[in-house]
């Protein structure tokens, strides 16, 4: 599997920035990469910077939708996988969410964000409704990937229910501002994920300068054995490539040991 994660800025015009998503698609796609990501809102402005206004839901579309209609025929076109992360509204409902789209163009499910937070210029349960859908992993003709949208990587008995479903990638689209956290608490955290549940990681950050926020960019990958291999730079846009061995995950200690050691009876009414 050979994945690319997409690091791109995003202004105010959401067709520009479409545009330019799928230009960077198809470099990817000329580079060998089958598994596509995106970052969290990469085609629009982060709207949680700022407080919800009247009317905010019309910012949001529907999945499936124009959006994924264009990435559709791209996968099929290509044989590609494609992790989008879209502002979608379902009904009077809206929501943070991924669709996975595989290589036949068919969407076979969309993950969204089950936790929401709340914060200066992160003003995010004014936008969105919490993800009813759980964690699920996707089976795609390129792996079996999961999808732990921003927020959600913090919670350990999320990115521990995906390894319980067999998952091999969870890719994390986020929206992490410059010094926002301690510098390596990022990478840290999802290699401890990685490590303590035998799979890759990929997180897919923002970039670029906004009215109240700067994007950090510095995608990565970690291995299933904790390991940092594939790093992208801050600030800039970049489509940053690795290939991974699926291999790896039943070879982990996660796979091997972690997992099969577990006792679930003792501590499963733990809350």
Not at 178 to 196: H, I, N, R, S
Not at 232 to 241: H, K, P, Q
Request: glycine share 8%; with cysteine.
């Amino acid at each position: 599997m050979k994945i690319a994660l997409i690091q791109q800025h995003a202004s105010r015009d959401k067709s520009a920035n479409l545009k330019r998503g799928l230009a960077s698609a198809r470099s990817a796609i000329e580079s060998g990469a089958n598994v596509i990501c995106f970052a969290e809102l990469a085609f629009e402005p982060f709207y949680p910077q700022v407080p919800a206004e009247a009317d905010f839901e019309q910012l949001a579309e529907t999945i499936p939708g124009p959006t994924t209609d264009l990435f559709c025929r791209l996968a099929v076109e290509h044989q590609v996988v494609f992790v989008l992360n879209l502002f979608e509204r379902d009904g009077q409902l809206t929501y943070d969410s991924s669709p996975v789209i595989d290589t036949d163009g068919s969407i076979l499910g969309t993950t969204r964000m089950v936790h929401i937070t709340d914060y200066p210029c992160f003003h995010e349960q004014g936008y969105y409704q919490p993800g009813d859908r759980g964690a699920p992993v996707y089976d795609t003709q390129r792996g079996r990937i999961g999808v732990a949208i921003c927020y959600d990587r913090h919670y350990p008995e999320y990115m521990r229910a995906m390894a319980i479903a067999g998952a091999e990638l969870v890719v994390v689209p986020q929206a992490g501002a410059v010094g926002e956290w301690p510098e390596g608490l990022y990478e840290a955290e999802l290699q401890v994920a990685a490590f303590q549940n035998g799979y890759f990681t990929a997180l897919c950050n923002r970039v670029g300068k906004e009215p109240e926020l700067t994007f950090a960019g510095e995608s990565f990958v970690c291995d299933p054995q904790g390991n940092v291999i594939a790093r992208a730079g801050e600030g800039v846009d970049e489509i940053l490539f690795c290939e991974i061995e699926t291999s790896q995950v039943n070879e982990s200690h996660a796979r091997r040991l972690f997992l099969r050691d577990r006792r679930p009876e003792l501590y499963a009414d733990w809350h």
